[in-house]
């Protein structure tokens, strides 16, 4: 695992029966020291076990694991596609990863990133076990692999109790036993099972744009910028465009994403909710996300941005077309992150 991978330092801690790490290796610095010693990080009890199945393999290969999950769900998701095409059905299975942010970002492979692949799979599993494969019991486990990576999902749980209709206290079974184990895990560290310790990484709430809190009004423009409306760097060596490293417009990183505007289908009002909800809670959160390409917190959105995309036309000339300028984007900023010292702040 890279170096900077703190959940598979806190899941090798977990397995020999700790909960903090002995020793704080310099080039860690969002370890947070406990009273009794050691040192823990500002990650859910469900990112540390959701590492421990992979915890031999490197970083790179769990990263591909995460995204052929992805797609594999996406895939078979594909079925709520009104049309029944296989062609498109391909592309939209795709385009979540190949054609936007995600490529570059989970392929850093670093604790961030790999929480948010989690998040975005568990997701993508559980709204396949909700609404294609009624499954309700495996749909919760999905969803506490989500929330268990990005705790901000919770918000979500009241739309996926309607998306289940029956058999919701099934559903409820796996969230409900990894909330408590959550809870514990946090007391156990903080004495309180309410603090995960995003408020205790040192240095993180003395940062500029944390100075109202981690999370507040103020940051929404910051971050709404971020997010939607900031372009590309031009540089000296035409043609090549260079993308900031603190963020990029989503539609611009992924055009494909302006197909969303279109009808939107059956699921449009939980999908529409959802991002709504989640997209509130990521504006008022004082760090835009750090080192990335476009906004990567914007990768929980995704599988409902899918459902919007799945009951949205038909395949087109016009749907191709975009797709392929998405995949070309991401295919040159990964080339421009992750294969050549091209992109500085």
Avoid at 142 to 165: C, D, Q, S, V, W
Avoid at 181 to 210: K, V
Avoid at 229 to 250: L, R
Wanted: aromatic share 18%.
């Amino acid at each position: 695992m890279a170096h900077f991978d703190y959940t598979h330092r806190l899941a090798l801690a977990f397995l020999d029966g700790r909960l903090a790490l002995k020793e704080h290796p310099s080039w860690l610095n969002e370890l947070i020291p406990l009273e009794g010693g050691g040192y823990t990080g500002a990650y859910c009890f469900g990112a540390i076990l959701s590492i421990v199945p992979f915890i031999f393999l490197p970083a790179h290969w769990l990263t591909a694991l995460i995204a052929g999950g992805c797609v594999f769900f996406f895939f078979l998701l594909g079925t709520l596609d009104e049309s029944g095409s296989t062609p498109r059905r391909m592309i939209l299975a795709l385009f979540p990863v190949f054609g936007t942010w995600t490529w570059v970002d989970l392929g850093f492979g670093g604790a961030w990133q790999i929480t948010e692949g989690f998040a975005m799979l568990g997701q993508a599993g559980a709204l396949y076990f909700t609404l294609v494969r009624q499954m309700p019991v495996i749909a919760g486990a999905f969803f506490a692999l989500a929330f268990g990576n990005r705790t901000e999902l919770l918000l979500l749980l009241p739309i996926y109790l309607f998306l289940t209709k029956q058999h919701r206290l099934q559903f409820l079974i796996v969230p409900a036993i990894l909330g408590l184990l959550t809870a514990e895990y946090n007391f156990g560290r903080f004495h309180s099972p309410f603090d995960f310790g995003y408020g205790r990484i040192p240095g993180e709430m003395s940062e500029p744009w944390c100075q109202h809190g981690l999370f507040a009004t103020y940051p929404i423009h910051y971050n709404a910028y971020h997010m939607l409306f900031e372009g590309f760097n031009q540089v000296n060596a035409f043609p090549f465009i260079q993308p900031s490293p603190w963020g990029c417009s989503i539609f611009l990183a992924s055009p494909f994403l302006f197909l969303l505007f279109r009808e939107g289908g059956k699921y449009k009002v939980a999908a529409w909710t959802a991002i709504g909800l989640l997209t509130l809670v990521l504006w008022c959160h004082c760090n835009q996300g750090g080192w990335q390409f476009s906004y990567r917190y914007a990768m929980t959105l995704l599988p409902w941005m899918f459902l919007i995309l799945a009951g949205n036309g038909r395949l087109s000339v016009n749907e191709v077309a975009l797709f392929a300028v998405s995949v070309a984007v991401n295919g040159v900023a990964t080339w421009l992150f992750l294969w050549r010292d091209a992109i500085h702040p």
